[in-house]
């Protein structure tokens, strides 16, 4: 059975106590206009159309709610009443009414008494959102280490050039310290290989002393 299938079934389970909503309930089966009584008519009509012309898609795969045919329009009247903005289009050349956003379908299942239901949706929509930042964060995390792999190797590369000459001899013993510790710790972050050197360096002089080691290393090429 297909999620919208078993949500219908429950629908009709749902227990009406009330005279006006089991009566805009079966109004909203029909798809009958009906007058309103009390609060939660609304909710109990919009219940009844749901089951008459709607259908939902599984919140796992998709978040979707639609209604077609002549009851889309009755539909449209019903959510509004119940403070939900519907959307409109086609589809399979049909015209319908639908709701796409999370916000606006947790109101709708609230509104025709799955609270459970919204409640899932909630809890599926954290979860995806939960996975979209972690791997935003896994996405950024690895361009980061390609940046720095690249950085890295182009460095080693312009020390082992500069190496090869005599006036790497002539250099000052800080960046001789440098360009010793990075070719010896090729995978190392900036603020690691500090750590290393046998006087305190901040990570910024770091960088600059790499740079001009790249630098330098442009007048053997």
């Known amino acids: 059975m297909s999620y919208?299938?078993?949500?219908?079934?429950?629908?009709?389970?749902?227990?009406?106590?009330?005279?006006?909503?089991?009566?805009?309930?079966?109004?909203?089966?029909?798809?009958?206009?009906?007058?309103?009584?009390?609060?939660?008519?609304?909710?109990c009509y919009l219940r009844g159309v749901f089951i008459a012309c709607g259908s939902m898609t599984?919140?796992?795969?998709?978040?979707?709610?639609s209604f077609s045919g002549y009851g889309r329009e009755i539909a449209a009247e019903?959510?509004?009443?119940?403070?939900?903005?519907?959307?409109?289009g086609t589809r399979k050349g049909k015209k319908i009414v639908y709701l796409r956003e999370n916000d606006a379908i947790s109101d709708f299942l609230a509104s025709v008494g799955a609270s459970k239901n919204a409640l899932g949706l909630l809890e599926i929509s954290v979860i995806n959102s939960?996975?979209?930042?972690?791997?935003?964060?896994?996405?950024?995390?690895?361009?980061?280490?390609?940046k720095t792999a690249t950085a890295s190797a182009e460095v080693r590369n312009a020390i082992t050039e500069i190496m090869n000459h005599r006036d790497y001899k002539r250099l000052?013993?800080?960046?001789?310290?440098?360009?010793?510790?990075?070719?010896?710790?090729?995978s190392l972050s900036l603020e690691e290989l500090r750590l290393l050197h046998s006087k305190p360096i901040s990570k910024s002089g770091l960088y600059?002393?790499?740079?001009?080691?790249?630098?330098?290393?442009?007048?053997?090429?």
């Open 208 to 221: 600059h002393r790499l740079k001009k080691l790249a630098e330098l290393s442009l007048k053997y090429r």
């Open 4 to 43: 919208s299938s078993e949500l219908k079934e429950y629908l009709k389970r749902i227990e009406i106590k009330k005279n006006c909503c089991r009566r805009a309930f079966e109004a909203g089966l029909k798809l009958e206009k009906v007058e309103f009584q009390c609060e939660r008519d609304c909710g």
């Open 58 to 65: 599984d919140p796992d795969k998709q978040y979707y709610v």
């Open 172 to 186: 000052p013993e800080e960046l001789k310290e440098t360009a010793q510790l990075r070719l010896e710790n090729p």
């Open 130 to 146: 939960m996975k979209r930042e972690a791997n935003r964060k896994n996405n950024a995390d690895l361009a980061n280490l390609d």
């Open 78 to 88: 019903a959510l509004i009443t119940c403070g939900i903005n519907p959307l409109y």
